[in-house]
């Protein structure tokens, strides 16, 4: 995983509650065994329409993407954080993130930038009057500024740290097989198995 | 202090505290069980397979075939090439990594929530994961069980583990009993209708009071099955005499001196009475009713006998808003009465209402009675053991002499990955577990309901509950052409 310090990018304004990973991408895009492209499955039912936020010129070239409250609900697909990667974004900022999309953000790479109900408010407006906004989200301060509005993120201090240090995860755990090991001596035998 | 249910099985899996961790790492947590299915795995197989790992423990690892598989026609290959490629994407990664995998044709083959609990490896205490959002299920038996990303599949079959954070936990005690003809699914409706989709984020609920000590095994797992549509990170409930008697004698149970042994330690799976919780929220069962969603989240529901609410009378503006769009994409008007709401197809089936007394509790309300002629009804068990068990007991001939589709087993039409899926404008009502703009068929418009007001609805063609049934003459519509 690459690390992430800092990004500026253009921000794309979502005025909607509840988008959930159904509404990110739907099912049927979830077929496929590959790790990419999952870009053309993004918000697929609303990008049918031509006025939807997304499909605006103004917001061509997007990668910081502001959301109403209780962003990512329903499903565990990772696939919907792979999408928003897969289409250029690298930052989500909502006031309310759904659990396991704001853990798979985290492992796959992407920021998922928690700020208070007023700062999405105030960002939507910043954008809306001036699409052409730089947003800067600096996860070293964790602040995201954009014009004159400087607001502070909350994102877990672990998720954060393996962000900045682009580190697997994985490798991390294996680091510490002895106790993994350790630990599997100690369990009861009457715990199931399945081979 | 005491420890609540949830902080004593978390605390039975910490391998590593997290406690004062330099980098801030959090618990690591020990899987017990790690459920896997076609559509969340094949990248994760395939990141073990570019880093030269294995899978640490493929006997604690189940495989079963269930979101893509078809639900006709399961004896020939599946139609579908894209469908097709995954499920034997997971029959080789299955095959190359040794992980047990119960394949379409296979007796034990079902929706991997389904399949887990009757052959008994869910278990109490246990921690049990899975690339799916409704492994809330399993919390049924007193265990921890979440759903996983793709991400952290790959993180449990190379250790075993997860890093987690600690959740904050709540107490929703639903007191008293629930009235005649009012079910688990009516309850959970009931209850995200009150807290929204986000008012369990962050928390591992614990379901308790005499309502929830009522309810069977399947129906507390209806319960916990939903946890996930308002937030929670998990929801359990501790396990009782019914739990026990629910696992015993299951092919994976623990037998003789094994059992005794287990049993003694769940026993001790209880809140102590001096535990807090960080959170509480308190219902009265008897006020509870049938209940239905109008909306497009499973917060978005009212009782069957009112009315599709008007935007306007929302107080909080993102409700407003939500709500309109909502009734757009439904197309509802505003002071509809519920039971006025004609439904093209009803879906019996999901992980939330896909097991065997669901239906028993379908094919008992439909007997002797018509599914209506504009209307469609897809019976589909959750598994191919209830398939059988609902076929040993004749209630397949019930759904077959009312004009419904009996079916194998599967996800089916709950997310529309198979061919079962709703067309543009279609409307259903369905008991499972998602409402979402499009999850059933793209432009579908889904209502969440309880299994006895699915088959009253297929029977009346618009939602109804069953007293609707009894007040007007059985068969009152044309049968449908077979």
């Known amino acids: ?195 | 202090m005491g420890k609540t249910l949830a902080e004593k099985v978390w605390d039975e899996h910490v391998v590593r505290s997290g406690a004062g961790h330099e980098t801030a790492q959090p618990d690591l947590l020990y899987i017990d069980l790690h459920l896997i299915h076609e559509v969340t795995s094949p990248q994760a197989f395939d990141g073990l397979r570019l880093a030269g790992r294995r899978v640490r423990r493929p006997d604690l690892t189940l495989a079963t075939e269930d979101h893509n598989v078809p639900t006709l026609d399961i004896d020939k290959p599946i139609a579908d090439p894209v469908s097709r490629t995954q499920v034997e994407t997971l029959r080789k990664n299955a095959a190359e990594f040794g992980v047990r995998l119960h394949p379409l044709g296979d007796v034990e083959q079902g929706i991997v929530h389904v399949v887990g609990p009757q052959l008994g490896l869910t278990q109490p205490g246990m921690t049990i994961v899975c690339g799916d959002s409704h492994t809330s299920t399993h919390g049924a038996f007193g265990a921890i069980a979440f759903g996983i990303g793709t991400s952290e599949v790959e993180h449990v079959l190379a250790t075993q583990t997860l890093p987690q954070a600690r959740p904050r936990t709540m107490a929703v005690t639903v007191n008293g009993s629930l009235p005649e003809g009012v079910t688990a699914k009516d309850l959970i409706l009931a209850l995200i209708a009150r807290t929204g989709t986000g008012g369990g984020q962050g928390y591992i609920v614990e379901y308790r009071g005499q309502a929830i000590e009522e309810l069977s095994m399947e129906g507390r797992m209806t319960v916990c099955n939903m946890s996930i549509e308002w937030g929670a990170k998990a929801g359990l409930i501790a396990p009782d005499r019914t739990t026990f008697d629910y696992i015993e004698g299951k092919p994976e149970a623990p037998k003789g001196a094994d059992w005794d042994a287990a049993v003694a330690h769940w026993r001790t799976l209880v809140t102590d009475d001096d535990a807090t919780f960080d959170q509480e929220i308190v219902l009265d069962a008897s006020e509870l009713a049938p209940f239905v969603t109008w909306g497009t989240n499973p917060g978005q529901g009212v009782p069957l006998s009112e009315r599709v609410p008007d935007p306007q009378d929302f107080s909080d503006e993102g409700d407003r808003v939500a709500a309109q769009k909502a009734l757009e994409y439904m197309g509802l008007t505003a002071g509809t009465p519920m039971r006025e709401v004609k439904v093209d197809t009803v879906f019996v089936g999901s992980c939330t209402n896909g097991r065997i007394e669901d239906l028993r509790l379908a094919a008992e309300v439909i007997k002797g009675h018509k599914v209506a002629a504009d209307t469609r009804l897809l019976v589909v068990p959750g598994s191919v053991r209830v398939r059988l068990q609902a076929e040993a007991e004749g209630l397949d001939r019930i759904f077959h002499e009312a004009g419904a589709e009996w079916r194998g087993a599967g996800c089916s039409m709950c997310l529309g990955m198979n061919p079962d899926q709703l067309a543009p404008g279609e409307r259903s009502a369905s008991t499972s577990n998602r409402n979402f703009e499009g999850r059933q068929g793209k432009g579908g418009r889904t209502h969440l309901v309880s299994v006895p007001v699915a088959a009253a609805t297929a029977v009346a063609g618009h939602l109804a509950s069953p007293g609707d049934l009894a007040a007007a003459p059985a068969q009152p519509f044309e049968t449908k052409e077979s």
């Open chain 1, 1 to 195: 995983m690459d690390a992430f310090k800092t990004h500026t990018g253009t921000a794309l304004p979502l005025r909607r509650s509840n988008v959930d990973t159904d509404q990110i991408i739907p099912a049927v895009y979830l077929k496929r065994v590959t790790r990419t492209g999952f870009e053309d499955g993004l918000f697929a039912a609303w990008r049918n329409d031509p006025e939807f936020v997304l499909n605006r010129p103004e917001h061509e070239g997007v990668s910081v993407l502001v959301a109403g409250p209780d962003f990512g609900t329903g499903s565990s697909r990772e696939h919907a954080v792979w999408a928003l990667m897969d289409y250029g974004f690298r930052v989500v900022i909502s006031s309310r993130f759904a659990d396991i999309f704001r853990g798979n953000s985290g492992k796959a790479g992407l920021v998922a930038a928690e700020v208070d109900a007023d700062v999405v408010e105030k960002l939507w407006g910043v954008v809306e009057a001036d699409p052409s906004v730089q947003v800067t989200v600096d996860l070293e301060g964790c602040t995201v500024t954009a014009h004159d509005l400087v607001a502070p993120f909350r994102i877990d201090d672990y998720t954060r740290y393996r962000l900045l240090n682009g580190l697997d995860d994985i490798g991390i755990t294996l680091g510490e097989e002895q106790l993994i090991s350790d630990y599997e001596s100690t369990r009861p035998s009457w715990k199931p198995v399945t081979l």
